[in-house]
Each structure stands twice: as structure tokens, then as C-alpha cells.
């Protein structure tokens, strides 16, 4: 699809993508089109599943969610079968706000957002090592973030939109 963005889908992305509560006016204006064709054009581009959906990020550190740890996990026995089960159910937990399959050495790379270093603790204990199915975790505590963004790198794929981050 990113040779069917003209120049007016990628800067309509690049905006809502920076903020999800721009009014379709807003965006029209600043794409300079009218309200209803922007709108369409919105619509268009949640169909064709580019959008797939706009979400409010909250400062997690305020809300007291503030410690961070990325886990690799290397299951016991890598069957189609533990995979499944495993991923199916690290879908269920709030905590992973990352998980994907890897290469090397481990199966999984989670991410896993929580309180403190006891809540992380007791996550680990009850609800990955309970499973069965991990022969070894490896986690690293975040010190501090240095970039964390949700924006997809458009410039990569479109001359109309800057790449600069």
C-alpha cells in the first residue's frame, strides 16, 4: 500500500499518527482539503487496515507503572503446541506490553510494564514460571528510556513526510 500513499495519505497519517485527537476540520485544513474528503480518506485508510486504531497514551510513570523490564524467555520444549499455549496466554497479561518471537538463543522478547521490582517478582512467579513451559528467563531493568515513540517511520516510505525523528 505505501506506493498508493500520495502526498495527502501521508500527511494525513503523519498527523493523526503525533496526535489522535486532531478533529477531521483540524486535519483537513492543515492537508488542505475539505472536511469530507479528508474524511474519506481517513475511512479509506482504516478499511484498508493502515489505521488500525487510534489510542491515547498515558504517562505511565505517573500512574505509578513506572518500572520497566524487557524479559527473553526460552520455553522448555519449543513444540508448536507450548508455543501457542504460551503466547496465548502472555496476550492475557496487562503487564506484556510487548511480546515477539525471536532469533537466537531464546523464543520471546517481552516487554513488561508494572510497579515495582516485587509486583515484577510476583508476575514472574505466578504467571510466567507457573506455566510449565520456561526453561530460562533473562530480564533487564529500563534505567531510563531515551526514545519510546508509537510512530511508524513514514518518511521511509514516502517522500512527503520527513524522516527525521
Known amino acids: 500500500m505505501s506506493e498508493a500513499l500520495d502526498a495527502v495519505d501521508a500527511k494525513i497519517l ?11 476540520a483540524e486535519i483537513a485544513e492543515r492537508v488542505g482539503l475539505s472536511s469530507s474528503p479528508c474524511w474519506r480518506r481517513i475511512k479509506r485508510l482504516e478499511e484498508t487496515g493502515i489505521i488500525q486504531r487510534r489510542v491515547t497514551i498515558l504517562d505511565r ?6 518500572f520497566e523490564v524487557y524479559c527473553t524467555v526460552k520455553l522448555s520444549l519449543p513444540t ?17 506490553v510487548q511480546c515477539a518471537t ?4 531464546c ?3 517481552l516487554r513488561i ?4 521490582m516485587h509486583a515484577f517478582d510476583d508476575f514472574l512467579r505466578d504467571k510466567i514460571l507457573s506455566l510449565g513451559l520456561v526453561s530460562n528467563i533473562e530480564s533487564r531493568i529500563v534505567i531510563r528510556a531515551v526514545k ?7 518518511g521511509l516510505v514516502s517522500p512527503y513526510v520527513s524522516a527525521v525523528g
Not at 81 to 95: G, M, Q, V, Y
Open 14 to 24: 503523519d498527523l493523526i499518527q503525533h496526535d489522535a485527537g486532531l478533529s477531521v
Open 102 to 105: 525471536v532469533t537466537g538463543a
Open 148 to 154: 519510546n515513540t508509537t510512530a511508524a517511520p513514514l
Open 61 to 66: 510513570e505517573k500512574l505509578g507503572l513506572g
Open 80 to 96: 508448536r503446541d507450548n508455543l501457542e499455549s504460551f503466547e496465548a496466554t502472555i496476550r492475557k497479561l496487562p503487564e506484556v
Open 107 to 109: 523464543d520471546y522478547e
Open 113 to 116: 510494564v508494572t510497579r515495582d
